[in-house]
């Protein structure tokens, strides 16, 4: 297994932005698919965006226009570049790693990932 270490979060307010990190122990093979996921005090865990071996994407549709999920093989970093902030993305941000393919619906349930870290929106 690959690990990973987020970083970025932090608190801002609505309509703001942050760009989350997530730097990975080795280099990431072309087996891996990379992701995001979110987990909010007493709300179900939500995947948030894929991307797959081939650089295709796949977002939440309470994150499409707004999120951008990106990685950079070479400094085995992934990234997600969130825009117009909402409170209700308010969550603890978790990047992950499993297995190509690799659904919105698996992140977080299987696969490796961090410790998360927190982005708080306030409006």
């Known amino acids: 297994q690959v690990g990973l270490t987020e970083s970025g979060g932090g608190s801002v307010q609505a309509g703001g932005s942050l760009r989350l990190s997530c730097a990975a122990s080795?280099?990431?093979?072309?087996?891996?698919?990379m992701g995001w996921f979110r987990q909010a005090p007493g709300k179900e865990r939500e995947g948030v965006a894929v991307?797959?071996?081939?650089?295709?994407?796949t977002y939440a549709d309470s994150v499409k226009g707004r999120f951008t999920i990106s990685q950079d093989n070479a400094k085995k970093t992934l990234y997600l570049q969130m825009n117009s902030l909402k409170p209700e993305d308010t969550a603890m941000y978790y990047c992950?790693?499993?297995?190509?393919?690799?659904?919105?619906?698996?992140?977080?349930?299987?696969?490796?990932w961090g410790q998360g870290t927190q982005v708080t929106v306030s409006s």
């Open positions: 080795r280099y990431i093979s072309r087996i891996y698919c």
């Open positions: 992950t790693a499993d297995f190509c393919p690799t659904t919105i619906q698996r992140l977080g349930v299987y696969g490796s």
């Open positions: 991307i797959n071996s081939d650089a295709s994407t």
